[in-house]
């Protein structure tokens, strides 16, 4: 089945950089697009941008641009996030989701468990 | 402040019917398909219902979803104590060009 597992918990420093990455099994890894999702404590849901696993091109949320680089590496069926510039506000649970449907009838599945990533 | 707002919090008894609403915009929901995320509590969140009113294999047929206008709603009959979850609506904002979520509603079963 479809499968999304992330990497481990990260703590950063102020200003400092993080990268989570996202490995996909159980589908055709350039078929479908790649979203990420974060989730600050106590907060709702953020969407942060997608990736075209296809052809790599990648966009971004308006509050996060240039901030926020959405990668991915086909021959480890991967997809990394990294974020610049950390401050506390970016402490939160971070998700990628895999993008199912078609144009202008997508939908986020599945998920994968979270990555918590704390800025200290 | 989510552009799509949800109320906070739900609560029915046991075998009781619920709703969750989700009011957008014209720029969002007024345009776009409207989806349904379920998450229980410490983990990811899971689809629960796409492109307004469909359920994915699995989800069982106690969650509908419905939309009109520039809103949308999540019911779900037969409550039960498995149910308990906080729920969130998504879709696109062409305004905003991304994908927006709602506020979350917390549903606790009495």
């Known amino acids: 089945q479809v499968r999304l597992v992330q990497s481990g918990a990260e703590v950063k420093k102020p200003g400092a950089s993080v990268k989570v990455s996202c490995k996909a099994s159980g589908y055709t890894f350039r078929t479908s697009a790649m979203h990420w999702v974060r989730q600050a404590p106590g907060h709702s849901l953020e969407w942060m941008g997608w990736i075209n696993l296809f052809n790599g091109n990648s966009k971004y949320a308006q509050g996060l641009q240039g901030r926020v680089s959405i990668t991915r590496d086909t021959s480890a069926n991967t997809v990394y996030m990294e974020m610049s510039r950390l401050t506390y506000e970016d402490t939160a649970m971070y998700y990628c989701?895999?993008?199912?449907?078609?144009?202008?009838?997508?939908?986020?599945?599945?998920w994968g468990q979270g990555t918590l990533v704390i800025v200290s | 402040q989510s552009v799509l707002t949800q109320p906070p919090s739900a609560s029915g008894t046991p075998g009781q019917r619920v709703t969750i609403s989700c009011s957008g915009s014209?720029?969002?929901?007024?345009?776009?398909?409207v989806n349904w995320y379920q998450q229980l509590p410490g983990t990811a969140p899971k689809l629960l219902i796409y492109?307004?009113?469909q359920r994915p294999s699995g989800v069982p047929d106690r969650f509908s979803g419905s939309k009109s206008g520039t809103s949308a709603s999540l019911a779900i009959s037969g409550l039960q104590s498995e149910d308990e979850a906080d729920y969130y609506c998504a879709t696109w904002d062409d305004s905003l060009n991304g994908w927006v979520f709602g506020g979350g509603t917390k549903l606790t079963v009495l």
């Open positions: 014209g720029s969002n929901i007024g345009r776009n398909i």
């Open positions: 492109t307004d009113s």
């Open positions: 989701a895999r993008e199912q449907g078609s144009t202008w009838h997508e939908w986020f599945d599945p």
